[in-house]
């Protein structure tokens, strides 16, 4: 079919949101990742289901680097995770390859946040050009208006998913201050030259327009869905409103939380094993995850299992449990979770999530019914409903436990601040090893609850099962104060200065 190569095109990483690289004469010709589609792709129905899985592709492997062919997993193939779990204490930094995140020395022109930035922004791109060719599909009698709305829904959960991962890395929290600069969020595709102006223009807005817009774009998304639970690989109703309940966690709507949680709560469940979700295949409580295979995955230099599998497993071990949450008050003893998802040798212990570091076909699991649960649990906590909130928690944790181990009360956790801490640890626990952490701290930072990044296990220092399971000293480092510049990203460099009709403004500090 007739195509458009990026080579083509002058490359403005979030003004013109393109395809996805630096500069046009890196890459060329990158095929399929990097091919912005005409109006032939969309002239049968076989053409759009593959337009429809190009951006579900920019998804799980995008670009890094220069190039999508580096196979890091980004932005929703691994490095999504790698990324959010680098940013907190909970997992450890265990070799340089991931030391610029975990540290905090990134820069404007540091591969690993810029990957982010460019490969969300190449995801979006494609997702839109999607959106503005199916309407025409469907007035042309290629789709049905039902084949329609369901793809319509699909780009736009993918595109809502973006940009509150952009949100939550580049600009400061709803939590803290709504009004404050947000990013570019783009509602049309830049497919052709002269929409590069236009593209350029779009401004960063507000944090609390992008959330608006989020919003707006997950309501249409589950209108034009209708209702169900569908496939896990593919983006359904309950995907939309499980995202929803993420978003306005992070809005702090708690009555919205409650209301979207009511919607869904039927259809899934908290699986009785907590390695069930992780285990391939559907289950009860995974909602949605992005698929990896033995032909298309994050490769050894990006996929979960090769990142984060014990060396004496096959993995490589570059990612570790910070022996700081392993050795905490809150993380109870006898929790299965200590021992059916992770994994040790003489350096230390290993998330065993993902356990197939040879083909690196494990999903990148983004959304529970787990964290639908203990969002729906927070909110009930913040509305005073404790009752409600603890009979939440103890569905989460208490399958993880002996039946000798009491459940939570509230009056036992001392009211409404301790039940709120302890759905705080759960997450922590619930989700180590997701990417999970950094939203966390993230919004709870802008709510006054916590002061930024805390101290973490000093990069390359644990070397040792013992730091773990004997009283041995953990050297910390890498704590982040709320009001430093760095606790958001940079704005790449490249995104500023390639932009020269209507540059945006770079996060203050930088």
Request: hydrophobic share 40%; glycine share 8%; charged share 20%.
């Amino acid at each position: 079919m007739t195509k458009f190569s990026i080579k083509n095109f002058k490359l403005i990483l979030a003004g013109a949101a393109m395809m996805g690289v630096v500069s046009a004469c890196e890459v060329t010709e990158l095929t399929p990742a990097n091919l912005i589609p005409d109006q032939e792709a969309f002239a049968t129905a076989a053409r759009i289901e593959s337009a429809v899985l190009g951006v579900y592709e920019a998804a799980q492997r995008g670009y890094y680097n220069g190039s999508v062919t580096n196979g890091r997993g980004y932005p929703f193939g691994a490095a999504n995770v790698e990324q959010g779990d680098m940013r907190g204490e909970d997992m450890y930094n265990d070799q340089a390859f991931y030391e610029i995140t975990y540290n905090n020395s990134y820069t404007p022109q540091s591969a690993n946040n810029n990957g982010m930035w460019i490969s969300l922004y190449r995801l979006i791109n494609r997702a839109n050009i999607v959106l503005e060719n199916i309407d025409p599909a469907v007035v042309g009698g290629v789709l049905t208006a039902e084949e329609g709305n369901a793809y319509k829904g699909e780009m736009l959960f993918m595109r809502a998913l973006a940009h509150h991962e952009l949100l939550i890395h580049f600009a400061r929290p709803y939590s803290d201050d709504p009004a404050t600069a947000g990013v570019p969020y783009r509602t049309f595709a830049i497919n052709d030259v002269p929409k590069v102006p236009d593209g350029e223009a779009v401004r960063r807005g507000t944090v609390a327009e992008g959330y608006t817009q989020l919003l707006a774009d997950l309501d249409a998304a589950a209108t034009a869905l209708g209702s169900g639970k569908g496939t896990v690989s593919r983006v359904s109703y309950g995907a939309v409103v499980a995202l929803k309940t993420r978003v306005l966690l992070h809005k702090e709507d708690w009555a919205g939380v409650l209301a979207e949680y009511e919607k869904i709560k039927s259809l899934y469940a908290v699986t009785p094993n907590p390695a069930t979700p992780f285990r391939g295949g559907t289950s009860s409580d995974n909602i949605f995850s992005f698929l990896n295979s033995e032909a298309s995955n994050g490769t050894v230099n990006g996929a979960l299992p090769s990142m984060y599998g014990n060396p004496a497993n096959g993995g490589r071990g570059l990612v570790k449990i910070s022996p700081l949450i392993w050795k905490s008050e809150f993380w109870h003893a006898e929790d299965t979770r200590r021992v059916d998802l992770t994994s040790r040798n003489a350096a230390g212990i290993y998330s065993a999530k993902y356990i197939d570091p040879v083909t690196r076909t494990d999903p990148n699991v983004i959304l529970r019914f787990s964290e639908v649960v203990l969002n729906a649990a927070e909110a009930n906590a913040q509305l005073g409903n404790l009752d409600a909130a603890v009979t939440l928690l103890n569905s989460v944790r208490d399958r993880a436990l002996p039946d000798t181990v009491p459940s939570f009360t509230a009056a036992g956790l001392g009211g409404q601040a301790g039940v709120l801490t302890a759905i705080y640890n759960e997450r922590r626990i619930e989700f180590l090893a997701e990417g999970r952490r950094w939203a966390d701290i993230h919004r709870l930072s802008g709510a006054g609850v916590m002061n930024g990044i805390p101290l973490k296990a000093q990069t390359r220092t644990v070397n040792n099962l013992d730091f773990y399971t004997t009283s041995r000293a953990v050297v910390t480092s890498h704590d982040l104060l709320y009001t430093d510049h760095r606790f958001i990203w940079p704005i790449p460099l490249d995104e500023i200065q390639n932009n020269t009709s209507a540059p945006i403004e770079q996060n203050p500090g930088y």
